[in-house]
């Protein structure tokens, strides 16, 4: 990707992902995501309607009438993007590829923070850590963000997800939302995922495409397996090839949404070619149900 190419993809990612979070996410993203916690910012008189629980005893006996404490929250977060650049993500049927729809879920992540005055960094991972971006705030970073996934080169075709999310919880020891976005074509990511669940806010982001839950009819296939480089033909007319093979990817599936389950995670799932600001929205705004009750 040349230099002009890539600044056009870059443009073209800002221009879409800032009218999504302006129009589908605006609001959702800052009720689903507090702010470490609150502090005291003044005493004033009791109004009707205040709730009685922000009386300050102490100020009111001293005043001779009642007096409530006013909070203001601290709002600013960090936000971090594990970004799964594997060789996987580098496949797509449906318009565009699994990275090319990661760089926008990343990208409108990442704007929908820092329109709350969050700050936002990235691990770029594939077998191994390909970039580390320490978090900051504003429009420059997050376009910094968008380049690098867009231009960076991985070193590394495997995926090593778990190692990933022990580096982040290593670097980053401030309390974060943590957004992990992968295919999750890996194994041994649960246990430190959950590690990481006891000290940051984790929320995996799943991207697949169509074509791995079901084969086309198409005769003699040759596939290739994008990490390994290993070639396997498969004869797609046969239909209990296409049976297994369709079953398999629903098991897989089902024992990744019932692993999310058990680990009391909000999991986002996307496929390329599709709308993602839905399912996004649709976990933002299940948080901020649970948060109100």
């Not at 040349?2 to 996410?25: F, M």
């Not at 996987?88 to 329109?115: C, H, N, P, W, Y």
Request: glycine share 8%; hydrophobic share 40%.
């Amino acid at each position: 990707m040349n230099a002009s190419e890539l600044i056009r993809k870059v443009r073209r990612i800002q221009i879409r992902t800032s009218r999504v979070t302006s129009e589908a996410l605006s609001g959702t993203y800052h009720s689903a995501f507090r702010g470490r916690g609150v502090e005291f910012e003044e005493v004033r008189p009791y109004v009707v309607g205040d709730d009685v629980r922000t009386i300050d005893w102490n100020v009111s006996a001293r005043a001779g009438s009642p007096h409530v404490k006013m909070f203001r929250e601290e709002r600013e977060l960090c936000v971090m993007l594990a970004v799964d650049l594997s060789g996987s993500l580098d496949f797509g049927t449906q318009e565009q590829f699994k990275r090319e729809m990661v760089a926008e879920m990343a990208a409108t992540i990442a704007f929908s923070a820092i329109r709350n005055g969050d700050k936002v960094g990235l691990l770029a991972f594939t077998d191994r850590i390909e970039r580390f971006v320490p978090p900051r705030q504003g429009t420059r970073h997050v376009l910094r963000i968008v380049r690098e996934l867009l231009a960076l080169r991985p070193e590394g075709r495997g995926t090593r997800l778990g190692e990933a999310v022990d580096e982040v919880t290593r670097i980053v020891r401030k309390r974060s939302v943590l957004f992990v976005i992968s295919d999750f074509m890996d194994t041994g990511w649960e246990r430190p995922l959950s590690m990481a669940r006891s000290r940051h806010d984790v929320i995996p982001v799943v991207v697949s495409d169509r074509a791995e839950q079901a084969l086309p009819r198409v005769g003699l296939l040759e596939l290739e397996d994008p990490e390994t480089g290993e070639t396997f033909l498969v004869d797609t007319a046969d239909r209990g090839v296409r049976t297994r093979f369709a079953a398999a990817a629903a098991q897989d599936r089902a024992n990744l949404q019932q692993t999310f389950r058990r680990l009391r995670m909000d999991a986002v799932e996307v496929e390329t070619g599709g709308d993602f600001v839905g399912p996004l929205a649709q976990v933002f705004r299940r948080r901020e149900a649970r948060r109100g009750r």
